[in-house]
């Protein structure tokens, strides 16, 4: 009969095949198949927005760290003696802190997509710059320090916190590795320290590191981050999540240094050995940071289909309906007895992104994180609006029509650049592929001309001079910064060419289907002298696609998706916030 207690318990010798030692195999298997599940889920629906703008390669990849060590620490107490010290020895000065240092870059995610988020509305048209491709060969030292440069550059702030991050983990393995080979509890050849038992093994002033990288992170980076993020509001309790997260691992570390050097937990250290006190918090954070996610998903989908329940149920009565006015009335309520409940109408939509869409710029890019929707749509609608105008109307030839096709495209070039292109674009909208394949035909040989960082380049790419030809901007502060302080994204190429200034424009002809891309003379001139002659876009030709409408499928798939989900949660917070207040 299988005793369900082993007396001699973590004693470091045979394996511990009691009850209790086979309930933690049980134990952690079944939390690993939820486990790995839940992740399985959560990367099946890593291009739904709400995962998508969380990291999730860094997010899963620091929650499959922590879950390995979780697992190996679950069945310690079963293998007992086949865990030796060297192991562990690694597993927490290098394993653990490696998985604490991936999870928190994930945890910065949410106050990295706030703060760019903030800048999409007074910045204008920035994107990321793309690396010119190296040559053949290794190349010599300055070559990869000048490669180095350009990615310091134009990477993102995340990406400068994983480096910060990595550079820590080498620091770390270097203090580790040399306290490994120079203490004899871990090899014969040591000059400090002294041989001894398994369990003294595990203390002493070789573990510094663990505990010292383990607090850093805990009780400095962590709670700091709280304070960061303290004032963001958003819908997806993806500030809840963070929160949480952090508090679960505060208790973890303390708890399994008190187990390791305070003779009273003796005892209890025999079944519930020192690093299990780290059990809990890890099982906490990996649930919670998927839990999140996977909910606002399950949410998001629901709400998808009642909204779409909502739209077959006014088609239906709209086709069985014969009076026009009662058409009328139910598309300006579209009205549904479904949990939706009252569906605001597009043209309310159309009416606040024509006139006045500063509040819903602001809620969209503070509450909901995705203010690109919006910024696109009102800059396809100025694009379009000025493209009618300059084609159409005030058009006087054909050599001003080829002025103005070569003024608008650059205009379509910024938003392309700045709201579309994948590599680009620090936020691209979330369109469909034949849609964005379509754009990218048009616009992307230019943008790889526009948007990489090159020596002769570079002056010209991190100047703040906008676009003459660019019919908007939005305000931003006086010294030309981001509010939340990004100097990381680079602000758009003047692409220019003095078109918009005094468009004199005609109808396009049949045989005008490109135009050669020039700087004018007099935009050249108001150039700095170290920029004149230096478009990248001289001498590219204008594609015979290229037209007023060349956002269109772009701009109704965008537009039905905010009518759908920002616009409908806009107007119940707008009306919601006007209650409460009065």
């Not at 030796?84 to 910065?108: D, K, S, T």
């Not at 605001?344 to 159309?350: G, I, Q």
């Not at 096709?405 to 938003?415: D, E, H, N, P, Y």
Request: hydrophobic fraction near 40%.
């Amino acid at each position: 009969m299988v005793r369900y207690l082993n007396p001699g318990g973590y004693d470091f010798g045979s394996e511990n095949l009691d009850g209790y030692g086979i309930s933690n195999i049980v134990v952690g298997v079944a939390y690993s198949v939820v486990f790995y599940t839940a992740c399985v889920a959560l990367w099946l629906n890593r291009h739904h927005p709400i995962v998508k703008m969380r990291n999730v390669i860094v997010l899963l990849l620091s929650l499959l760290v922590l879950h390995v060590f979780c697992f190996m620490v679950m069945i310690v107490y079963t293998i007992n003696g086949a865990f030796p010290c060297q192991v562990e020895f690694w597993c927490m000065n290098i394993y653990l802190p490696l998985g604490i240092g991936l999870f928190q870059i994930q945890n910065q995610q949410l106050l990295i997509v706030s703060r760019q988020q903030a800048e999409l509305i007074v910045a204008n048209e920035v994107y990321k710059p793309l690396l010119p491709k190296g040559g053949r060969g290794i190349g010599r030292p300055k070559y990869w320090l000048f490669r180095m440069k350009l990615w310091w550059r134009g990477v993102s702030k995340q990406g400068k916190y994983e480096a910060f991050v990595v550079l820590g983990i080498v620091v770390q393995f270097c203090v580790s590795f040399i306290i490994y080979n120079i203490s004899r509890k871990f090899n014969h050849y040591g000059v400090v320290s002294e041989h001894t038992s398994p369990a003294l093994c595990r203390r002493g002033w070789e573990w510094a590191p663990s505990v010292i990288w383990q607090f850093l992170w805990n009780f400095f980076f962590g709670p700091y981050l709280l304070w960061k993020i303290r004032m963001i509001r958003d819908i997806y309790r993806w500030r809840l999540q963070t929160t949480l997260a952090i508090i679960a691992g505060l208790p973890g570390t303390p708890l399994w240094l008190a187990a390791v050097y305070t003779k009273k937990f003796a005892k209890v250290n025999k079944y519930w050995i020192p690093q299990m006190w780290l059990v809990p918090s890890l099982m906490a954070m990996e649930i919670i940071t998927l839990g999140f996610p996977l909910y606002q998903i399950y949410k998001h989908k629901r709400a998808a289909r009642e909204t779409t329940r909502a739209l077959v149920d006014f088609d239906h009565k709209r086709f069985k309906s014969c009076d026009d006015s009662t058409v009328a009335a139910s598309l300006s309520t579209r009205s549904t007895n479904s949990k939706r409940g009252k569906m605001h109408s597009m043209e309310s939509l159309d009416e606040c992104l024509a006139s006045n869409h500063d509040g819903l710029q602001v809620y969209a890019s503070c509450v909901e994180l995705n203010g690109e929707n919006v910024i696109f749509l009102t800059k396809v609608l100025k694009f379009e609006t000025s493209c009618m105008q300059a084609f159409y109307v005030t058009c006087k030839s054909s050599s001003d029509f080829s002025r103005a096709r070569t003024a608008m495209f650059r205009v379509g070039l910024s938003i392309f650049v700045s709201l579309v292109h994948s590599r680009t674009a620090s936020y691209p909208v979330n369109i469909e592929s034949n849609i964005y394949n379509r754009l990218d035909a048009i616009f992307g040989p230019a943008t790889a001309l526009v948007a990489i960082r090159t020596p002769s380049r570079s002056s010209s790419i991190t100047t703040g001079a906008s676009s003459s030809v660019t019919p908007w901007d939005y305000h931003a502060s006086p010294d030309g910064a981001a509010p939340c302080g990004d100097e990381f994204s680079f602000p758009m190429h003047p692409i220019g060419s003095g078109g918009m200034s005094t468009p004199r424009y005609h109808k396009n002809s049949g045989n005008e289907s490109s135009e050669h891309i020039m700087v004018s003379e007099a935009n050249n001139d108001r150039l700095p002298e170290g920029l004149r002659g230096s478009d990248p876009l001289e001498g590219v030709k204008v594609p015979g696609d290229f037209d007023e409408r060349v956002f269109e499928a772009a701009f109704k798939s965008v537009k039905y998706m905010v009518w759908t989900e920002t616009w409908q949660r806009y107007v119940n917070w707008k009306r919601t916030s006007g209650e409460s207040g009065a």
